[in-house]
């Protein structure tokens, strides 16, 4: 190589905070999930489910950075696999990392395999008058929380109550939600929570030429036609074994 070149050091100040600072990839960022540290990008999939013997076919796959979590790929993915179907979306199998409020669409039914975070001591259950039945999980005692007194101009923000030690206790909206999902996770069948497992097998399909999970392209437009290409090539051979015609293994 000839010469002279120059390397410039950014101010920090320039450097955003997720960023991988790789010279090879500047698109590529990273975060923290759990206690997993997810460098790169995510690559969310999307599949139909059919209750026949018709194959599962990926209908929406979105690749963006590391830093985009989970739940926000939901909105879009429902959208665009309605439009891929020509059918209206009834019911959504995602893990609890896809859960948020945002993600509570009205006229689906919305089965996650688990709630993010750690069970609270209480149960809630609306009751009529705006009133909410607080149940202690360890000692079985049931109180009842009233709304909170609003401030001027705004709604109430929650509600309380006075526990068993005399202790004023107050519940956010969020808390209530989080509880009524756990009811309802509970109440679902085995089988039902594991219709969600059948997504892993494109997952693995769509990663399988990976070499230790790295890709060898550089930059979010390429991530993405890479990404597209795999799973046109699922949906093909999925097809093509529904038809019963011999077909390549995918590779």
């Known amino acids: 190589m000839d010469g002279p070149y120059h390397v410039l ?6 450097i955003s905070s997720d960023s991988v600072q790789s010279p090879d990839d500047p698109d590529a960022s990273y975060r923290k999930k759990g206690k997993q540290q997810v ?18 076919l990926i209908t929406q796959v979105q690749v963006e950075k590391a830093t985009v979590a989970d739940n926000d790929f939901m909105a879009e993915a429902i959208k665009k696999t309605a439009v891929m179907t020509t059918q209206q ?23 996650y395999t688990g709630i993010q975070g750690k069970p609270s001591q209480y149960e809630y259950k609306k009751l009529k008058k705006n009133l909410l039945q607080v149940s202690d999980q360890q000692t079985g005692a ?11 101009g705004l709604k109430s923000n929650g ?29 679902r069948s085995v089988e039902e929570l594991k219709k969600r497992n059948n997504v892993e097998s494109s997952i693995y399909c769509l990663g399988q030429r990976l070499n230790n999970a790295k890709s060898k392209y550089r930059g979010l437009l390429k991530q993405r036609l890479w990404a597209w290409s795999r799973c046109l090539w699922i949906n093909l051979v999925r097809i093509v074994h529904f038809v019963n015609v011999p077909s390549p293994s995918v590779g």
């Open 142 to 152: 049931c109180f009842e929380a009233r709304p909170t007194k609003p401030r001027k």
């Open 39 to 56: 460098k790169g990008y995510s690559v969310n999939v999307t599949e139909t489910i059919s209750e026949d013997k018709s194959p599962d």
């Open 89 to 111: 979306v009834e019911r959504v199998y995602a893990d609890g990392a896809y859960q948020s409020p945002e993600n509570d669409i009205k006229g689906i039914d919305m089965v």
């Open 159 to 187: 509600w309380t109550f006075i526990n068993a030690d005399g202790k004023r206790c107050t519940v956010t909206h969020e808390a209530v939600r989080t509880s009524l999902k756990r009811q309802e996770l509970a109440g």
């Open 9 to 14: 050091v950014l101010d920090n100040e320039k």
